[in-house]
């Protein structure tokens, strides 16, 4: 029997690891960057609608998805192109391929949130 190369096995066992891995990447730092413009609009109209908890329930629970999602929407870029400026869809969909993008607007939902209680 022919066995996979010690080398090119153990390659392929730390690839997968982090392929479905869903803490952060190993080697980036914890600190978030910053949000594109329209997801920083989203993130305020939300707040201004009053419509914090299940915005964040709902981002929360599609956190794991954010991956497929933006591929989706580069699936699909084509299509939206014909009809709407694409520089703020083509931010989120590269903002989406990163895993604490969901999650950084979920913080800056909540920063907004406390800051309009507060008030």
């Not at 080697?27 to 299940?54: Q, W």
């Amino acid at each position: 029997m022919m066995g996979v190369p010690t080398e090119i096995g153990s390659r392929i066992i730390e690839q997968f690891k982090h392929a479905f891995a869903i803490g952060p990447e190993p080697g980036r730092s914890d600190e978030v960057r910053e949000l594109p413009k329209l997801l920083e609009r989203i993130a305020r109209g939300v707040v201004d609608r009053g419509l914090e908890t299940p915005a964040v329930i709902a981002l929360e629970s599609v956190i794991p998805l954010n991956f497929l999602g933006s591929q989706v929407m580069y699936a699909v870029w084509p299509l939206v192109k014909m009809v709407a400026d694409g520089v703020d869809y083509q931010e989120v969909a590269e903002a989406l391929e990163d895993r604490e993008t969901l999650r950084g607007l979920v913080m800056r939902i909540e920063e907004l949130a406390a800051g309009a209680g507060a008030r």
